[in-house]
């Protein structure tokens, strides 16, 4: 076989096996009490507590920090499977090992990879990460978080808002400006641990979609971070911050593979059972070909994902891979949500049926870890080098 005839991936025995052991968990696990934590937009800390033990919390750190020592490959797999039956915890694992443990890993020295990287990838503490605030989203640089430097401290002042984990968390990984007059380049990486006096949770999020995951504003008040809590050095936080982003979108891309899964899952199961003027609906056309989109779509989204964790894994840069497949996955899954509705009728718009929640959950794909109109800037500026 020629170079240019094989396959960007191969599934492996080991995606195989993270894929049946995810699948079998979130059917027997999670599937009963979907709509529980969903009503109540309680954390689901039992299951989250599970999937820790069974090493979904650190799945692409070394076992020498107590992860499951897998690649992205795995991951992508374990992420597509839960999604598919419950977004909210997906997002849960995705948050938790992209952003927070993953930033640490790849920017901390030994002594914090030992002190937080076994506790994070074993699950038995979540984590947040911090870089968004009210007046900056998308303009990530415009941040008004600052921190002091203090004797042996920084003193960090300001607030954060749409928080993954950020009223559950224990440790919070925290983008602040330790230089104004440098703009991007005058940001920095801190540790902070969530228990520090001054550290205050100030709104649990009342959501659309995704209500099992938490989302909080967080407030600084005078939080003093030891000296030794820096990640990396002085001025390198935005940056940093831009890398770890490009793994955390290959698993929004993966979040958003499971909900268009599940929605093309449900509307085949709905096709052969529903039956309309004498037949299954399945039988008629417009049906079919609402079906064949969708399954195509899918099938071209899930290639450019496991594409660019094929790549993260090799260790090559993946900021256009990575932007490209979270912003064609996240518009697939918003688009195959929608029509699994319609495939369902008005059975798609009550809560006894699987698509109505899907519908509200995908929506924050297209948002979350920069918008579908960032990632477009993103891939321009890497294609205009």
């Not at 094989?6 to 009963?32: C, H, I, W």
């Not at 936080?237 to 593979?257: E, N, T, W, Y």
């Not at 709905?270 to 064949?292: C, M, P």
């Amino acid at each position: 076989m020629s170079s240019q005839s094989q396959p960007y991936f191969q599934f492996t025995e080991s995606m195989k096996m993270v894929g049946d052991l995810a699948r079998d968990f979130a059917n027997r696990e999670m599937k009963p009490v979907i709509m529980k934590y969903d009503e109540s937009q309680e954390f689901p800390y039992e299951i989250m507590n599970k999937l820790g033990e069974m090493g979904f919390l650190g799945v692409i750190f070394p076992e020498e920090y107590q992860g499951a020592g897998f690649g992205y490959l795995e991951y992508v797999t374990i992420l597509e499977e839960l999604s598919k039956v419950d977004p909210s915890v997906g997002l849960g694992v995705a948050a938790h090992n992209s952003l927070c443990t993953n930033h640490i890993f790849t920017f901390g020295n030994e002594d914090q990879k030992k002190k937080y990287l076994p506790l994070l990838a074993s699950g038995t503490i979540m984590g947040a990460w911090a870089l968004t605030e009210p007046t900056s989203g998308s303009d990530s640089g415009s941040m008004l978080t600052t921190a002091v430097r203090d004797g042996n401290n920084y003193i960090l002042n300001g607030s954060k808002n749409f928080i993954t984990h950020g009223s559950v968390g224990k440790v919070t990984v925290v983008m602040a400006i330790t230089d104004k007059s440098k703009g991007r380049k005058g940001v920095s990486t801190f540790i902070v641990d969530n228990d520090s006096p001054g550290f205050i949770v100030s709104k649990k999020e009342n959501k659309l979609g995704m209500r099992a995951s938490d989302t909080s504003a967080i407030a600084f008040d005078n939080v003093q971070v030891p000296k030794e809590h820096l990640l990396g050095v002085e001025g390198e936080g935005f940056k940093q911050a831009m890398i770890v982003l490009d793994g955390g979108r290959i698993s929004i891309a993966s979040l958003a593979l499971g909900i268009a899964q599940g929605s093309l899952d449900a509307s085949l199961k709905y096709a052969n059972e529903r039956v309309q003027f004498g037949q299954k609906i399945g039988t008629f056309q417009a049906i079919q070909w609402k079906l064949a989109d969708m399954a195509t779509q899918i099938e071209a989204a899930r290639l450019m994902t496991y594409h660019a964790a094929h790549k993260k894994n090799n260790g090559e840069t993946v900021t256009k891979l990575s932007a490209m497949a979270k912003y064609y996955a996240s518009e697939v899954a918003a688009q195959a949500t929608s029509e699994a509705i319609q495939i369902h009728g008005g059975y798609g718009f009550i809560k006894d049926f699987p698509v109505e929640k899907f519908y509200r959950d995908v929506k924050l794909c297209t948002i979350g870890e920069g918008t579908s109109e960032v990632q477009k800037m993103v891939i321009a500026k890497e294609l205009l080098k």
